[in-house]
């Protein structure tokens, strides 16, 4: 099944589609799971504003919305990801805009995957997952 990648309202983010697919595979297969249909939307602040609200009913700006249609141990789901914020979140944290871009695409397939963020002691977890994924990336 294919990873696909849009955009809405932005230009495309400089990444390397076939390698990040790969990674995004190899990623997943470490939890055990397989990739079906995931749909990959980087878009602007005010589209992401746009989906939390029409569809979780949030008011606020976020770096990354996922949808989760996972069905077994097949992970499906679109993905969107504002790339203003993952700058703004870049050069707030002093990181590369290339590795935050890189832990954001990640983080929503640790969310397929099953990792979540909210209750505590999650969020150590999540950043865990994303740095030894990072790693991965680093690794090809």
Not at 63 to 77: A, E, K, M, Q, R
Request: hydrophobic fraction near 40%; proline fraction near 3%; include cysteine.
């Amino acid at each position: 099944m294919p990873i696909t990648y849009n955009t809405e309202n932005v230009s495309f983010p400089e990444i390397d589609r076939v390698a990040v697919s790969h990674w995004i595979e190899q990623v997943a297969a470490k939890y055990g799971k397989k990739c079906g249909e995931i749909g990959y939307v980087f878009c602007d602040d005010a589209r992401i504003l746009e989906v939390n609200r029409a569809f979780l009913q949030h008011d606020y700006y976020t770096d990354i919305i996922t949808f989760d249609y996972c069905f077994g141990s097949t992970i499906s789901g679109d993905i969107f990801i504002s790339v203003d914020t993952v700058r703004s979140n870049a050069e707030l944290l002093s990181v590369p805009y290339d590795t935050e871009l890189h832990r954001v695409i990640i983080h929503g397939i640790l969310h397929l995957c099953g990792i979540d963020d909210k209750a505590p002691g999650e969020r150590e977890i999540m950043e865990r997952c994303e740095n030894e994924a990072l790693t991965m990336r680093v690794a090809q």
